[in-house]
């Protein structure tokens, strides 16, 4: 089991955008974190997650997004989550996580 | 005490009883984060043996995968943990079992959606996901949750 983060800045939209692929789990988890900690150090940004090749995530990996967005929001900044996967956006509606970050569906990429 | 010659070892886990018609498939793993994926898969074969489709394979391994983050942050990380899947024709059972200090079952309820917590989570998506939940916890037993889902 695997985990890849790719992060790009978009200086024109002040947006990060995040591609995560693979499993967040509770051993994965603490990479994303590492990884969405310093993006936000290094500026506070809106953050939108790709999760169109995220097979996987439970609820470390949704306590991290949790984390993050408190973050963002002390700059009144947003977490948007793009392109969940079926399993995933049930997942955030059970917990109601869906009302908390932005969910969009079918969104291009860049 | 009938258990004490077995002192050396671990205490041994009583599972309840297996009736006629179940299978049951059991793992120990140390309670450390690297090792819930082992159970993540092995209850996605076995809920894939048994008949479950996509979407509720899925929802079995996320509830088995919050079943076994509970017991890793809860347990000493030398110390292994039991999980016995129970099968059977249009049913499975998944139990997770630990030797570790128990938790306040009070501190778990529904998410609050205006104040937003990383922690408490795992327990109340177990409920939404199973059919069935059980969960039992104490300093001196540890903490047992047991989960069932039927094929529909």
Request: with cysteine; aromatic share 6%.
């Amino acid at each position: 089991m695997s985990l890849s983060i790719e992060k790009q800045y978009h200086q024109d939209k002040d947006l990060w955008t995040v591609k995560i692929t693979g499993e967040v789990d509770i051993y994965t988890s603490d990479e994303m974190k590492e990884t969405l900690n310093e993006m936000v150090e290094e500026k506070k940004s809106e953050i939108q997650i790709d999760c169109r090749e995220l097979s996987y995530i439970d609820s470390s990996g949704l306590g991290v997004l949790i984390g993050i967005l408190k973050k963002l929001k002390e700059e009144n900044k947003n977490l948007v989550v793009v392109n969940a996967r079926s399993n995933i956006l049930k997942l955030l509606s059970i917990t109601g996580l869906d009302k908390v970050f932005i969910v969009k569906e079918n969104q291009n990429e860049g | 005490m009938k258990g004490d010659k077995m002192g050396m070892h671990k205490e041994k886990i009583d599972f309840e009883c297996v009736r006629e018609g179940q299978k049951c498939i059991d793992l120990s793993i140390p309670a450390n984060p690297e090792y819930v994926s082992i159970v993540r898969l092995t209850a996605s074969v076995i809920a894939n043996n048994i008949g479950f489709d996509f979407e509720e394979i899925e929802d079995i391994k996320v509830a088995v995968s919050e079943a076994c983050n509970n017991v890793v942050v809860h347990s000493k990380r030398e110390n292994n943990f039991d999980i016995r899947f129970i099968s059977e024709s249009e049913k499975i059972g998944v139990v997770v079992k630990d030797n570790g200090n128990g938790f306040d079952l009070a501190d778990y309820t529904s998410p609050d959606l205006k104040n937003p917590s990383d922690h408490g989570l795992g327990i109340f998506v177990i409920k939404s996901l199973m059919d069935r939940v059980e969960v039992n916890s104490s300093k001196e037993n540890g903490t047992e949750i047991k989960m069932y889902k039927n094929l529909l």
